[in-house]
């Protein structure tokens, strides 16, 4: 069976680290789900959702170098489970956001305005810095000559 980006296939857990699991897929081939990419809702230990020899489902995300499989157990999910999951942790999804408040902003203009906000609070940081640092070397150079 070829696999291909997209695919939703059926798994098996052969081991678990802090950040992930490995799990092999029909043909003996081996991938990881990140684990950011196991459950809709935060994980602090991935060993409270996944165990060794646990079947799963996953889909596949990409093919990395040298055969690395990156893989999601979450983005397997049925979209219901996947917005229920959100629901559950007090997320909802931007077409309940804009219901609710009337807004009709995309999900590209929030991340813009993030940005936004990110780029700002960065260059006042830097500023600052550069202050401090300038008032520590005691002004400029150009004094010390006289």
Known sequence: ????????????????TNFGAFVKLAGGETGMV??????????????????ENQEVRVKILAFGEGGKISLSIKQALPPEE??????HQGFRNNAERSADSGEQQSEN???????????????EKMSALKR??????????SRRGR
Do not use: C, P
């Not at 070829?2 to 857990?13: P, Y």
């Not at 996947?82 to 629901?87: D, E, I, L, M």
């Open 34 to 51: 990140h684990i950011s990419e196991v459950s809709t809702s935060y994980i602090k230990d991935i060993k409270e959702h996944l165990s």
């Open 1 to 16: 069976m070829q696999l291909q980006v997209g695919d939703i296939v059926e798994g098996k857990v052969t081991g678990i």
């Open 82 to 87: 996947r917005n229920r999951g959100h629901q």
């Open 132 to 141: 401090y640092t300038e008032s520590k070397r005691g002004g400029g150079y």
């Open 109 to 123: 203009q929030s991340f813009e305005q993030m940005m936004a906000k990110f780029k700002q609070a960065s260059e």
